[in-house]
C-alpha cells in the first residue's frame, strides 16, 4: 500500500486532472499496481505552482487541501481585460490609462481582508445544472452571484519603487494570502477597475496551498523518475504532513482499536477541537474532541506493523 502525499510543481499547460494521471501512470510502471490518487485543489492549466496530490488514504484529506488558504503570486497587465480575465481570452475591453504607484499603494488596503467578489464567467461553479465555462463558450447570457472571501495579504512582489511615484505602470507583481473559495483573476480584475483602468491576468504561480509550499514540491520530470525505478520515498511526503495545522492525538493501543471501529472515547483531558489521532507514529483517524468525548471525523486504513 502507498500512502502519502506527492506534491508537483504543475508546469505551464498542464491540467490538474493530467498531473494526477501522471502520478497514476508513474506508480503503475513502478510496480505499485492501481492506486486511488486525487488532488488537492484545482489548477488552470495556465497557472503554475503547488498542486497537492493524494495517494491512498491521503485522498481522504484531499477536501481539507481545498478548504485550505492559498498563497498566489500573480501579474496583472494593465490595458485590456478578456473574457476570460487571463490570456486565454479575447479582448472585451480596452483601456489607455496606465495607473501610478501612487495609485496603487492606495488601493491595495481596499483588497485587504474581507471582500466580496463576483467569479469569473469561465469558472467551474454551477449554474442550473451547467458549468458556467460552458454557458459562457456558448455565448449564454447569465449571472454569478457575488462571494465573500478574505484576502489575507496583498502586497507588490518587490518593492522596488521608481523614485517618480507618478511613473506609470504596464505590469503589476503581487503576491496574494487568501482564503478558500478566492479567484484571482477576480481580484486582478477588480483592482484594475478600481485604478480607473482594465486588466487581465498574465502569470499565476501558487506558491502555497494549506502546509504545501514550493520547497516540498517536485518538478513533472522528477516524478517521471520514479516510473523509470527511483525510490519513491524521495518523492513522497507522509500522510501526516497534510496535518501539521492541527495537533496530533497519541492513543495506546487499546484507545487505537476503539477508534479504528468507530467506537466513542470519553473522559478525555483534552480540549475540544480537531485533532489527528496516531499509535505510536501510525495515523489512526481525523477525530473531533468534545466534552472529553472523541468521535471519528475520518479514519485511516493504515496498519500498524507493531500489531
Request: charged share 20%; net charge negative.
Amino acid at each position: 500500500m502507498v500512502d502519502g502525499w506527492i506534491i508537483l510543481d504543475k508546469s505551464l499547460g498542464l491540467g490538474s486532472t493530467q498531473g494526477v494521471a501522471a502520478v497514476k501512470r508513474n506508480l503503475r510502471q513502478a510496480g505499485f499496481g492501481k492506486v486511488k490518487v486525487g488532488h488537492g485543489g484545482t489548477l488552470d492549466p495556465l497557472a503554475t505552482g503547488v498542486l497537492p496530490i493524494g495517494i491512498g488514504e491521503a485522498t481522504k484529506l484531499c477536501g481539507r487541501m481545498l478548504d485550505a488558504s492559498k498563497v498566489y503570486a500573480f501579474t496583472v497587465t494593465f490595458g485590456a481585460e478578456t473574457d476570460t480575465l487571463d490570456l486565454e481570452g479575447k479582448v472585451v475591453a480596452a483601456s489607455e490609462t496606465r495607473p501610478s504607484w501612487s495609485a496603487i499603494e492606495a488601493i491595495l488596503p481596499l483588497f485587504t481582508g474581507p471582500i466580496s467578489q463576483i467569479p469569473p464567467a469561465y469558472s467551474a461553479l454551477m449554474v442550473d445544472g451547467e458549468r458556467a465555462y460552458d454557458l459562457a463558450r456558448k455565448g449564454e447570457d447569465f449571472e454569478l452571484k457575488s462571494r465573500d472571501v478574505t484576502i489575507h495579504s496583498l502586497q507588490p512582489s518587490h518593492w522596488d519603487f521608481p523614485n517618480d511615484r507618478e511613473v506609470p505602470v504596464a505590469d503589476l507583481t503581487l503576491t496574494a494570502h487568501v482564503s478558500k473559495g478566492t479567484y484571482i483573476r477576480s481580484l486582478a480584475r477588480d483592482i484594475a477597475r478600481a485604478l480607473g483602468t482594465v486588466g487581465h491576468v498574465t502569470m499565476l504561480r501558487r506558491l502555497r496551498a494549506g502546509p504545501f509550499d514550493l520547497a516540498q514540491a517536485i518538478s513533472l520530470d522528477k516524478l517521471n523518475e520514479v516510473g523509470q525505478g527511483a525510490p519513491l520515498e524521495h518523492v513522497l511526503l507522509p500522510l501526516e504532513a497534510g496535518l501539521v495545522d492541527i495537533p496530533a492525538l497519541n492513543l495506546d493501543p487499546e484507545q487505537a482499536r476503539a477508534v479504528r471501529q468507530g467506537r466513542v472515547l470519553t473522559g478525555l483531558p483534552f480540549d475540544d477541537g480537531l485533532y489527528w489521532a496516531r499509535a505510536g507514529n501510525v495515523p489512526v483517524a481525523l477525530v473531533e474532541l468534545s466534552g472529553g468525548s472523541l468521535s471519528v471525523t475520518r479514519g485511516f486504513n493504515i496498519a500498524d506493523v507493531a500489531e
